[in-house]
């Protein structure tokens, strides 16, 4: 089994980029043509375990996944295009709401809406 072979492919694939596991697969299949999907699954569920990856659910009908080299914590998605952009919002904006002893282990924070013409 390759749950290590294909970690660096996907990384670089999933920086600044917001995609499926089958989105992922189909660009992984054109460097590495013998890949199987449950093995590119398999590896997508343990970079996120690892926090290299982060998943975001709730967000059409199938989770996205995104390697964010610039911490941002929230995204604005069009719902009426289903296009996601990345926020960038200081977490002290967010932390020091947060009551005394809390410790987040993370952040996601989505703004729904439109672009108007």
Not at 4 to 32: A, G, M, W
Not at 74 to 88: E, K, N, P
Request: hydrophobic share 40%; glycine share 6%.
């Amino acid at each position: 089994m390759k749950t290590h072979f294909y970690h660096s492919d996907i990384l670089n694939i999933c920086t600044h980029n917001h995609l499926t596991v089958e989105s992922i697969f189909e660009q992984i299949k054109t460097l590495h043509p013998q890949a199987g999907f449950s093995t590119i699954y398999r590896n997508v569920e343990e970079l996120t375990e690892k926090w290299l990856l982060k998943k975001i659910s709730g967000i059409g009908s199938k989770a996205l996944f995104e390697r964010s080299m610039d911490g941002h914590i929230a995204h604005f998605v069009d719902d009426t295009t289903g296009a996601i952009y990345d926020i960038h919002i200081p977490q002290e904006l967010i932390f020091q709401q947060l009551p005394a002893g809390f410790a987040p282990h993370s952040v996601d924070l989505r703004i729904y809406g439109h672009v108007s013409a």
